[in-house]
């Protein structure tokens, strides 16, 4: 079990471009969430699928950010016209069944860093 | 959720026996103590958690309180890789996705 995999680890974009961050969640975890966290705000929930379906992105900033999980196997945060403030550490997360297993695991992050 | 208060930092040695306190006075019935810890560069780790009773696992022993307002992770012969960030959170079950992490207690352990 390679847990939650993020690539890229790292990740430096320029004002305007537009940043894919990808996530593998663990095999069998029905539930994919991410986060981002700063110094500064901490640890902010952004979206999160259960059984690939959009759940609850109450916490997607609501321009430029938008997440998709096409499969199972596979989830995506992209970000249209990256910000300096968009700068942060993206982590996703999966958990076996949100609601009665609630345990998180999290990737190692991906560090977006926009000049 | 219910806020919950830690130490800002404690510091140990190898093999030593560490007891991280976390205080949650006003925590709900349904609520849940979760324990995760976090190193620089890497995503939180999840610890252990528990409801009511003491809970053991391989990482750590979860000591809850009888009137669940206060409990203890316990950490066994430490070592220099149990270094981290430590964090207390409450969560219901079913809840919210949104995880609140505080400013944890920074464990240091020294050779």
């Known amino acids: 079990n390679a847990g939650v995999i993020q690539t890229p680890r790292h990740k430096v974009t320029g004002k305007g471009q537009e940043a894919t961050l990808w996530c593998e969640p663990i095999s069998g975890h029905s539930a994919v969430f991410w986060y981002r966290q700063t110094i500064v705000q901490g640890l902010e929930f952004l979206t999160y699928f259960r059984n690939q379906a959009p759940i609850d992105d109450s916490g997607m900033p609501k321009e430029r950010f938008s997440a998709q999980m096409p499969n199972q196997s596979h989830s995506t945060l992209k970000i249209q016209s990256t910000q300096p403030q968009d700068s942060a550490v993206y982590l996703c997360?999966?958990?076996?069944?949100?609601?009665?297993?609630?345990?998180?695991?999290f990737g190692s992050g991906t560090r977006l860093t926009v000049l | 959720d219910a806020k919950t208060t830690q130490p800002d930092s404690m510091e140990s040695t190898e093999g030593e026996t560490v007891h991280l306190p976390c205080s949650h006075a006003?925590?709900?019935?349904?609520?849940?103590i979760y324990w995760y810890r976090q190193v620089p560069l890497q995503g939180p780790e999840y610890v252990t958690h528990?409801?009511?009773q003491n809970t053991t696992n391989s990482m750590a022993f979860l000591a809850i309180a009888s009137d669940r307002k206060s409990s203890t992770l316990i950490l066994t012969h430490v070592s220099l890789r149990d270094a981290a960030v430590y964090h207390c959170i409450l969560r219901v079950q079913g809840g919210s996705a949104k995880l609140i992490f505080g400013e944890g207690t920074k464990l240091t352990v020294s050779s």
């Open positions: 528990g409801l009511q």
């Open positions: 006003t925590i709900s019935g349904n609520e849940y």
């Open positions: 997360a999966s958990s076996l069944d949100w609601g009665r297993a609630e345990t998180l695991y």
